[in-house]
Every structure is written in C-alpha cells, then in structure tokens.
C-alpha cells in the first residue's frame, strides 16, 4: 500500500542506502569565473551525469526497491515527459520489472528513444489535450499495475533528496542551494536534506517564468494549477506541485524563483562552452537564477543542482545557435 505520510530525512537516509551501488555518486565542479563573477563560491552538483542522464534516477530505484515482491510481478505505470521515464525503464530493468511509461508525444526523440531502450513500453498521448495521469491510472487498473508518479510519492521524494545529501557530504555545509522546479519532487527532497545536514541554508526553488504555478502556490498558501507551459524547459512544464511535495515545500522551502527561455539558453552555452558538460535547459534553472542574483550573493557558498543532460543534439544545436 503506498504511503501516504511525507517522508522524513532518514528516509533519505534510507534510500541512499538502496540506491548505493546503482546510482551514480555524481560529481561536483566548480568554475573560477563564476565564482569571480558572482564573489561567491559556487559548487554544482553534477545530475547530468547520474545513469539515465538526470537526477530522477535515484527517486525511481527507490520507489521501485522498495515495492514488495508480489506489487513488483505485476508491474508499474508511470507517466513523464522524459527523464523519470527513462529513469523507471532502467530501474525497472535492473529489477526485472515491467514498466509501461506514458510519455508526451512532443517528448525528445533521445528521451523516448532512451525509454524504449532501456526496455520500457511507451504509451503516447498528447501533452495539450490529453491527461496522462487519467491514462495511466487506466493502464493500472487494467493489468493491476502500481503507479510511479514523477513526484509526487514519499519514496520517489526521499530518493531525489539524495542528490542534496550527496552535495552536502561532499562539500560541506552550504548557505544556500538553488534546485530545478517542476512538480517539487527533487526540491522537497533536497529542502529535507538541507534542513537536517545544513540547517542554516536557503532553499531556493526555480521554475521556468512562464509556467510559475509553484512560485503562485508558495505565496498563496495553496496550490495553483495552470495551463501547460509553453517553454524550453520540457522537464518543468508541470501544471501544478504535488500533495506532498507542496506540503514540504510550503515549509522548509526559503523562495521560489524563475527564469527565462533565454536565460536557459545563456546557461547551456556556458555550461558547454566553458565547462564542457551538456545540460538540458531544466537542468539550467539553478544556475540562471544564481546567475540573475550577482553580487547578491557574495561571500556565500552555494550549491546549485544540474539536473540533467537529457537533450537532443538537433535541438541543442537549434538552441545554441539562437542569439
């Protein structure tokens, strides 16, 4: 039975303890101009990196781990633009799973491409008229399968917090920490981590401008839902936070920031160009709104999650070439 509790720091504790030996220990770089530039010292924690190419990973291993041996025979449903279904195809593959992943048509070729590979059966649906969550909860009615939302779940949350954990371990104790927002999974996660490993850090979420419903629901008290978000930052073109994910981010979450189509754009140029690593423009988010405050942030030290590299090369190339 899913839980319906908000998870804890020793659930991610618990999770990094399942993941560890399948996740990737990501790195994390530092750049001697940005941190010139903005007087602060910057470190990035590289999800880029992590297998399947984003972050996501960790949440699915460990919402998959974690399922009983009789839930696990009868498979999972899932439903992503891109990142978390690659991250439930490869998860489920390593634990011989069936995974059934509804993914937007529009959803990167590489992305689709990757989910297929890694041995995921994709259902299509189109992201502006249809609603994925209604579709997969048919699916799993119809085969008895389980749901693994993107994030809204307790084990999915505690899984993303490891990225955060890892940082922390890694660097030591940050004052503030800027992370991608799109429906607050890996940001609740990484505000329970900071809250428990460096209390004295600022969360800061970033989403893109033109889908902000969390930045609304963060000032509101409640959580607002919009139209699907026309922008680049395919993995945050969430139209509402979660139950949970909302929950915790009301209250250990500092501010709730945006960022521009372009300034994505500037991000992935500097990424590639200066740091030789793709990201994908979710993946740019912390970085571009760190990147707006300058010398507002001088003298600190800050961590800022790339969340992932998920990116086709046509469109990179399309977007890298755009002035």
């Given at each position: ?11 991610i504790?618990a ?14 770089m ?31 291993f460990?919402?998959?781990s ?18 978390h ?6 998860a ?9 992943i ?12 990757a ?6 059966r ?27 939302p993107p ?14 954990a890892?940082l922390i371990?890694?660097?030591g104790p940050?004052d ?9 999974g890996l ?8 809250k428990?490993?460096s ?7 970033v989403?893109?401008e ?15 839902r ?8 395919d993995?945050a ?13 009301r209250?250990?979450?500092?501010e ?16 590639f160009?200066?740091?030789?690593i ?5 993946g740019c ?15 600190r030290r ?14 990179m190339i ?6």
């Amino acid at each position: 039975m899913r839980r319906t509790s908000l998870p804890t720091h020793a659930d991610i504790e618990a999770a990094a303890r399942r993941i560890d030996g399948y996740a990737h220990r990501t790195p994390v770089m530092t750049s001697r101009s940005v941190d010139e530039n903005l007087g602060a010292r910057v470190f990035f924690k590289c999800e880029n990196l992590q297998r399947a190419g984003a972050f996501k990973f960790r949440g699915a291993f460990n919402a998959l781990s974690n399922l009983e041996p009789e839930v696990r025979a009868k498979g999972v449903v899932a439903f992503s633009s891109g990142n978390h279904a690659q991250a439930v195809a490869l998860a489920a593959s390593l634990l011989g799973i069936d995974a059934t992943i509804v993914m937007p048509s529009d959803a990167p070729k590489s992305k689709m491409a990757a989910t297929r590979a890694y041995g995921g059966r994709v259902v299509v649906y189109d992201r502006y008229l249809d609603d994925r969550e209604d579709i997969a909860r048919r699916l799993s009615e119809e085969r008895g399968s389980s749901i693994i939302p993107p994030y809204d779940h307790p084990d999915v949350i505690a899984g993303q917090g490891t990225a955060a954990a890892e940082l922390i371990e890694q660097v030591g104790p940050l004052d503030g920490l800027f992370v991608p927002l799109g429906g607050g999974g890996l940001l609740s996660g990484s505000a329970l981590a900071a809250k428990a490993l460096s209390p004295g850090c600022r969360v800061i979420g970033v989403e893109p401008e033109a889908g902000n419903d969390g930045q609304q629901s963060f000032r509101q008290g409640s959580i607002v839902r919009i139209d699907v978000p026309k922008t680049i930052a395919d993995g945050a073109q969430t139209q509402a936070l979660g139950r949970h994910t909302f929950d915790i981010i009301r209250r250990d979450v500092s501010e709730i920031l945006t960022a521009s189509d372009a300034e994505l754009v500037d991000c992935m140029r500097f990424f590639f160009t200066r740091m030789k690593i793709v990201v994908e423009p979710t993946g740019c988010l912390g970085f571009a709104a760190a990147r707006a405050q300058g010398r507002q942030l001088a003298g600190r030290r800050i961590g800022v999650i790339v969340s992932g590299g998920n990116i086709d090369d046509e469109r990179m190339i399309d977007l890298l070439g755009a002035r």
